[in-house]
């Protein structure tokens, strides 16, 4: 069974030679924008170092009523600044 990646999936990233739990904030052409458990994120990983986690794998048989009782709420938001070096200028979009 393959799954998809988008916004808000669970994945697993390749950072430093381990495979990182984290988050999906974008999707791009062949490249994921991560956010890691730990709080540090990567832009434009490239699709070949993201992997759909395990447990997001086993959630793929679960019914949707089963995942609204199983999700928790988040307050994961999108903060292009986090990511920026220290000087550079982010421009955001108004929404």
């Known amino acids: 069974m393959s799954s998809v990646i988008a ?3 669970k994945v697993e990233a390749l950072k ?3 495979w990182v739990p984290g988050t999906v904030l974008g999707v791009h052409q062949d490249a994921f924008d991560v956010l890691y ?3 540090e994120g990567d832009m434009m ?3 070949t170092e993201v992997r759909i ?3 997001a794998e086993a959630d793929v048989g679960i019914s ?3 995942k609204k009782k199983k999700k928790k709420s988040s307050s994961i938001g999108w903060n292009a600044s ?3 070096d220290e000087g550079e200028v982010v421009l955001e979009e108004d929404g």
């Open 45 to 47: 990983k490239p699709s």
């Open 37 to 39: 458990e730990g709080g």
């Open 82 to 84: 986090a990511f920026a």
């Open 16 to 18: 430093d030679g381990a």
């Open 64 to 66: 949707s009523a089963e």
């Open 7 to 9: 916004m808000g999936s």
């Open 53 to 55: 986690s395990a447990s």
